[in-house]
């Protein structure tokens, strides 16, 4: 599913059903709450089109000629696509679908004939959890940048700092003077644009790096002599 860069960032509901009337209604409906829609009639056509950067989801049949919405459903799962919140609509539902769906993942899943209020509410409510996830992600790369820009020492230092060590302890357990490694520290804590060990923390769990500091607690302290 190929995306282009939308520097307007404006949300984009994408509709796929094989009845004409049914997108061409849909499409209507949501232009009228000024929301910009484009519509398809197979999950081919919808994978072959290019997709916008910004927040959007997509409405989608259950019943399609070929391959079912639910299947498709599970086919971005396993592709592992960029995630897209998903609004399903059939005329043929039932519990044990649904149920199918929102374990899936789905946002909604609305049977027709469905209210216009019903369809404009699940779509503003999926475009606003794609926003979030959006803002989450760009978060994110910041940190995940911040994190590019230290050097090896540096990291090393943040690991031991984020298992809760004092710059004495961190600079016996590296073998350098205490002063290098105040510096190491407040260096690499302001590239990772963190005032706290606790944002530190934070951030490095976010990025998935775990713990850095190959020494524990214990043999820190075991090292480590007050002066």
């Known amino acids: 599913m190929n995306t282009v860069p939308d520097h307007r960032s404006l949300p984009i509901v994408y509709v796929v059903d094989d009845d004409e009337l049914v ?21 081919e056509a919808f994978l072959a089109a290019p997709k916008a950067a910004g927040p959007s989801c997509l409405v989608l049949d259950v019943r399609l000629r070929g391959r079912s919405g639910l ?5 971005l799962f396993e592709s592992g696509l960029p995630h897209m919140p998903i609004i399903f ?11 199918k769906a929102m374990k899936a993942g789905a946002m909604d899943f609305l049977s027709k004939p469905f209210g216009e209020q019903e ?34 020492r540096e990291c090393e230092v943040l690991g031991h700092v984020a298992a809760g060590l004092m710059n004495k302890q961190i600079a016996h357990l590296l073998g350098i ?3 290098t490694a105040k510096i190491h520290r407040s260096q690499a804590m302001r590239k990772m644009q963190s005032r706290s060990v606790a944002d530190l923390v934070r951030k490095m769990e976010a990025l998935g790096v775990g713990d850095l500091a190959p020494l524990s607690h214990t043999r820190a302290h075991e090292g480590h002599k007050p002066s």
């Open 23 to 43: 997108r061409g209604a849909l499409a209507s409906l949501l232009r009228s709450v000024s929301l910009e829609v484009r519509v398809f009639d197979s999950t």
């Open 71 to 75: 299947a498709f459903q599970q086919l």
């Open 89 to 99: 609509m059939t005329a043929h539902g039932d519990i044990a679908m649904s149920v």
């Open 119 to 152: 369809m404009i509410d699940a779509v503003n409510a999926a475009l606003a959890c794609d926003t979030q996830r959006l803002a989450a992600e760009r978060d994110l790369d910041d940190v995940r940048a911040c994190w590019e820009s230290l050097t090896p």
């Open 177 to 179: 003077a205490e002063i």
